[in-house]
C-alpha cells in the first residue's frame, strides 16, 4: 500500500510557534502521518508518524476557540478553524491514530519488525491468504445454500404443475368418460410440504469480516464512529453500541463506490423518494474491498484515486478454483522445496533443514508454515470442489427452469382451449 497516499484534507490554521502566528493551509491524513502544508508558501510545517503521536485532544482557551491539538513526543501542535468542523476532524485522526497503534505497523512493532525474520515474513503472508480463502469459502458457502434453495423451490413448482396438469386432463376429459372420476380420487400431493427453510440469516450467517470505521450519512458533514459487518448475504453498519443503524442485503446494494483504498459510498436507490446512503472510512478498509468485491462484482465501482489499489483482473469463476490452488502449490513448491519444481507435493526433514540453511528459517517457523500450507492446500480443494458443484447445480437449476417454462406455456394454451 503506498504511505504516500493522501486520506483526507481538511483546510485549517496551524499555530507556528517560532513566529509566534497563526498560518493558514491544509492538515493532511496519509496511512501512516500527517502533515500540514501552508497555502501562501506551500511549505510543509509539520510532517511526522501516527505512532509517534501521544495524545490528541480537542481544547479552547480564552485566546484560542475550538482547537485541536496534537501531541508528538515533546511537541504540542495547535490546530484551529478546521472545517468541516473540528468533531469531524478528530474523529477521523482518532481512528486513524487508534488503529496504526494496534497495527504491526505501530510504534510498539516497529522495532520488532526490523528484526523480524524470513520465516515470519514468509508466515504472515501465508496467515494473510489464509484469511482471505477462508473469507472466499464462506461466500462461496453461502451461495451454495442459495441454489439449494433454488432447488428445492424449482422442485415444489414442478409438483404443483405435475397436480395442475392433472386438473386439466379432468377438465379436459368428456363428461361421459368413465374413468374422469379417478382422477379426483388420487392423491394429489404425495410430496411432504417442505417447511421454510430460509430462517433469520442474522442467527445463521456467520461473520466475514467486521471492521471499525467512520461513518457518514448521505451528505452530512457529521460523522459518527461506528462498525462495517460482512455477511454473506449482504453487509450491516452499526453504532459503536453494536446497535444496527442499517443493513442492506445483497439485492438491496445498487452500487458500491470506492473513493481510496481507506473510503467507501454504499447506495440503495429508491424512486419517489431520497436514495440510502452511506459513506464509510477505515483504517480497515483494504481487508474488506477484497470481499466486497467479489460478492459485488457487477456493482462496485474503482473510482480514479482508487485504481492503484486494486488490478481490473476479473476472471471467470471457473477459473477462480483453479487459481488458487496453483497459488497453493506454487507456494507449497516455492517454500518447502525451493529447488524442486512447483507443486512438489511431500517435504522431507531434509527439505525442512536445506529451507533452514537457504532462507535463515528456525524449526518452529517450518513447522508452522507447513502446517499453513497444509490448511490452504485442503481449503483450496474444497472450494474448487464446491465451484464445481455450483457449476452442477447452475446447469440443473437452468434445465429445470426450462423444462417448467415448456410446461406452463402448454398448459395455458390448454387453458385457452377450455376457455
Known sequence: MNEDIRIHSWPCSYYLDTSKQWVSGRLSLTPVAIKFTADKTGELLVNFHLSSISEIKKESSNLIFSSLTILEKSTKHWFSSLQPNRN????????????QLLSSQGAGAEAAALQSTKGKELTGLLTGSQKRLEDTAKVLHYQGEQFDNIM???????GDMDVADRLLTELESPSWWPFSSKLWKAPLETKPKETATVSDSKNQEGIIIRIPVIITHRTDSNVKPGKLTLFASGLEISDCNSQVIHRFESKDVDDIRVHTPYEISVRQRFIGKPDTSYRLLSAKMPEAIPILEMQFSKKIQFLEDALGFVGARKSPQVDFGTSIWQAATGLLGGVVQPSSPV?????????????QKQEKISQEEAKELKQILKKLKGLALETEAELERQDEALDSITTSVDRTTLNIDKQNRRIKKLT
Do not use: M
Not at 88 to 96: A, D, P
Not at 152 to 158: P, S, T, V, Y
Open 88 to 99: 469531524v476532524v478528530f474523529n477521523i485522526l482518532e481512528h486513524f491514530w487508534r488503529e
Open 152 to 158: 428445492r423451490g424449482l422442485n415444489k413448482i414442478e
Open 343 to 355: 507443486g512438489g507435493r511431500e517435504g522431507t526433514d531434509n527439505d525442512q533443514v536445506q529451507l
